[in-house]
Each structure stands twice: as structure tokens, then as C-alpha cells.
């Protein structure tokens, strides 16, 4: 499961990887700001799909959830993908 707490969090990881590919393909994308490196060493952006928030796009496209970091560090608690 690699990273994954649980099968349902492994699942939505795939899913938002694969949500993200699609959504930015062809278009022009551009990095807002970075907020350091999670866990996993995977850099924590905001960005902007052709002109569009893409944290805000994919969060009301349920395929984000809000978390809050702050240089590296998660100001909020983690999503919990295994209770739902």
C-alpha cells in the first residue's frame, strides 16, 4: 500500500493522480507558490490550471481535500480518508 493508512486512502491517491494528469494535460499550468515537502519528500504547491485555481478545482471536484501546510509543515490535521 506504500504510504496508504488503509485501501480507501490508496484508492483516492490513485484517483487524485490520475484526476490531476487529465486536468492539466495540454493546458498551461503554473505554480503559485510552494509550501515545502510533505512526509514523502513530494514538493506541496498551489497552482493554476489555465487561468484557474487548481487546488480550489480539485478540492470542488472532491478529489482534494483541504490541508494546511506552512514551510513543510501541516498546520491541520491530515485528511482521514480511512473513516469515511
Given at each position: 500500500?506504500?504510504?496508504?493508512?488503509?485501501?480507501?486512502?490508496?484508492?483516492?491517491?490513485?484517483?487524485?493522480k490520475?484526476?490531476?494528469?487529465?486536468?492539466?494535460?495540454?493546458?498551461?499550468?503554473?505554480?503559485?507558490e510552494t509550501?515545502?515537502?510533505?512526509?514523502?519528500?513530494?514538493?506541496v504547491i498551489?497552482?493554476?490550471?489555465?487561468?484557474?485555481?487548481g487546488?480550489?478545482?480539485?478540492?470542488?471536484?472532491?478529489?482534494?481535500?483541504?490541508?494546511?501546510?506552512?514551510?513543510?509543515?501541516?498546520?491541520?490535521?491530515?485528511?482521514?480518508?480511512?473513516?469515511?
Amino acid at each position: 500500500m506504500g504510504g496508504a493508512q488503509c485501501e480507501a486512502e490508496r484508492v483516492i491517491g490513485y484517483a487524485s493522480k490520475a484526476w490531476v494528469i487529465e486536468e492539466t494535460r495540454g493546458k498551461e499550468i503554473v505554480v503559485r507558490e510552494t509550501f515545502g515537502f510533505d512526509g514523502y519528500d513530494r514538493q506541496v504547491i498551489s497552482f493554476i490550471i489555465d487561468g484557474k485555481d487548481g487546488n480550489e478545482t480539485a478540492i470542488d471536484a472532491g478529489v482534494y481535500k483541504s490541508w494546511v501546510f506552512k514551510l513543510g509543515k501541516p498546520l491541520t490535521p491530515k485528511p482521514n480518508y480511512c473513516q469515511e
